[in-house]
């Protein structure tokens, strides 16, 4: 048995709905989609406005940060009440930051614009992780990769459309993707009518157990092992997504549509990491991937900083691909400690990501100030190391219900 079977024998089976997960995942695709943009905007935000690095940093920080500390205060609300059709309201908070990021006339404006764009995400991400696991049928882990794909093909093609699009026609052409905020708003109010009917069908099933799989001692350090692991993908990931095009503009000399390409090729790997993941670990246990992901890939990251274009383009591939795989494998892994509490969990942990990554991004930018951009791929290429932390995480198939 593997270590997130234990806990899934226990969960009454209904048939995967294939259609809900797969709808959820699109409008992942078009979120992030939408906020990659922001970072996609860098260098065109840099010149136009003439910002330092660490005002970049801030951008990160805004929208990360917001994103971070309301998205769990409204997985720990939506437990307790949840807001089904909280959905289309967070997307429509993402369509007007797009809107004041396209026509902002002062770096305050922009960051309002960050800010909005991230309170769309802590509105999106926790509910529509629980219908991700609502509709799973117990495949919690493919259901969490499929989920979380859509939002890693998003972020790939972003600076794709950016390269292509705004680039060339400016600032202003971000209030097209506008109107994919409104697709989005439509599609999840499909999504929130059979949320709400499922709560209806589903009122006379017994609660699900909240008893704790382990002593809440070995929870408590689990999840703080979990948490660290983000911490380490996250910020190093930040390095990558945030000054990514700087580094290889920088340091080789490639013009920005090339190195937004650079950036697509790099986040569509994380893609195919992502997707990889939640299947692997369903068949060989959360721990596993955990495992192979954090700590398989420094070998990858040291090399980073000492080679050529074309090494530089196949090692960030390989990095983002083995990277990836783990999150999906940390959310379902927190889930099943604490039963019960999906909206809190897949809070928290996206929350938490996006708060380190922004968190990461800000320092770094300080950092790349100070020192330049290869001193900050340098001192990241060391974060992978975190990862030897996952031999403090338990077995999910020696678990037992506490109280």
Not at 194 to 206: D, E, G, L, N, T
């Amino acid at each position: 048995m593997t270590d997130t079977t234990a806990a899934s024998i226990r969960v009454h089976k209904d048939n995967t709905v294939y259609a809900i997960i797969l709808a959820v995942s699109f409008c992942h695709f078009l979120n992030d989609l939408m906020q990659s943009l922001l970072a996609a905007l860098y260098p065109m935000l840099k010149d136009g406005y003439g910002l330092d690095f660490w005002q970049i940093g801030v951008l990160t920080l805004t929208f990360q940060g917001t994103a971070s500390l309301l998205q769990p205060v409204i997985g720990i609300y939506t437990d307790k009440r949840p807001m089904p059709y909280s959905l289309p309201v967070g997307m429509g908070s993402t369509l007007v930051g797009l809107v004041l990021l396209a026509f902002a006339g002062n770096y305050l404006l922009l960051l309002a614009g960050a800010g909005l764009v991230g309170l769309g995400s802590a509105v999106f991400h926790p509910e529509s992780s629980r219908v991700a696991r609502l509709a799973s049928g117990g495949r919690y882990g493919l259901a969490q990769s499929l989920f979380q794909v859509g939002g890693n093909v998003g972020t790939a093609i972003g600076p794709l459309l950016a390269a292509f699009i705004v680039v060339p026609r400016g600032q202003a052409s971000v209030s097209w993707f506008s109107l994919v905020a409104l697709l989005g708003m439509v599609v999840l109010w499909q999504v929130s009518g059979w949320y709400a009917r499922y709560r209806v069908a589903s009122a006379s099933r017994p609660a699900v157990s909240k008893a704790l799989p382990f002593a809440k001692p070995k929870v408590v350090v689990a999840l703080a092992v979990l948490a660290l692991l983000t911490f380490s993908k996250n910020v190093y990931m930040a390095s990558l997504s945030s000054y990514y095009t700087f580094y290889v503009i920088e340091k080789f000399g490639v013009t920005v549509q090339q190195s937004q390409i650079l950036l697509f090729i790099l986040l569509g790997a994380a893609a195919v990491g992502t997707i990889l993941g939640g299947p692997i670990g369903d068949r060989f246990g959360a721990k596993t991937v955990i495992w192979f992901s954090i700590l398989g890939v420094l070998p990858f990251t040291l090399a980073l900083p000492y080679v050529d274009l074309f090494w530089t383009g196949m090692l960030s591939a390989i990095i983002g691909l083995i990277l990836a795989s783990a999150f999906p494998a940390i959310v379902v892994f927190a889930q099943e400690l604490v039963p019960g509490r999906v909206g809190m969990v897949a809070g928290i942990f996206f929350g938490f990501a996006f708060g380190m990554g922004g968190l990461g991004a800000a320092l770094l930018g300080i950092v790349a100030d100070v020192r330049g951009i290869e001193f900050v791929y340098k001192i990241c290429s060391f974060l992978p190391l975190i990862g030897l932390l996952t031999i403090f995480l338990p077995n999910m198939k020696d678990a037992h219900a506490y109280r």
